[in-house]
């Protein structure tokens, strides 16, 4: 299964995919809060169901499709409801400030999302009920090149979507901090919007074409010492809102990212037990795994985003 991240949301405090809400209100340009919450909630709910879907599918099926003579048929996944993504998005796109290329990134990730919603019912339905016992598989040969084209139109829409947002994330990122830092000083908010900036770069170069191996060496070295500076304030200003769960988290991704970091140095090769779980989509269950890494990485941003970094 493709490892799918999450991404932060302009929530609360935080301005990694955003700026404050009371900044913006104060601002004398528009603030982008609504879209970038409207797409981010989009991609956080759907994306990783959708490839989820795909790689179930594709645990038991060969790439020609199924033939009725496989020796376990799992079926598929569904996914969650398209409605509110698609009124979400239509809202944010018609809201100051425009920005024509996201918005139309957006609008093809809900169009994508939504024209795979329907399908994925109308397979799950076949397989669940077995119908494939009374027309020799028949449906599910011609369900499958319609999947397939599905599940590649939102490949290509979610990449997008992404892609547009990391341009605008990274910018408004780097220019918070700096607010932060000049109005506040290294406290609370600066450290965690710091950490997450560093997280995401363990991330990116991780999943980096082709991957190098100095610079993802390097970015961990950056996040950990981040993530000691947080723990360090943390502890030394005992009135402090970081929370213990939100840095739990971060240690734990700082653990993963490490594991993986050492198998790739060392050349460690995964083992037939490891091949197995990462071929069923359970590769999180893997140490030193991208998986993993992943399963990882999205944990601390659900702690961010739910505000459990306070």
Known sequence: MRSVHRLVSAFGTAILLGLFVADAARAQSPSPVQKINAYVGCINRLSERSYASQARYFSWVGKDGPTGRERIIYGLYTIY??????????????????????????????????????LLKEADDYYQQENYKDDRMAKGRALHPRLVAAWDAFAAADRKLRAGLDVLQDKQAVERLAEIERAEGRKERYHIEALMIRAKRVMRTESAAPPDLAQFTEAIGDYEA???ATEEYAAANKDSKIGSSFVGAAKTFLTTAKQLMRRVRDKVPYSSGDKMMLDAGSGWMVEGSPARLTRDYNQLVDRYNSGGRF
């Open 81 to 118: 409801d398209t409605s509110d993504c698609k009124k979400n998005v239509e809202q944010a796109n018609a809201v100051e400030p425009r920005l024509p290329e996201l918005e139309a990134a957006a609008s093809a990730y809900a169009t994508a999302v939504a024209a795979l919603e329907p």
């Open 226 to 228: 981040m993530v000691k």
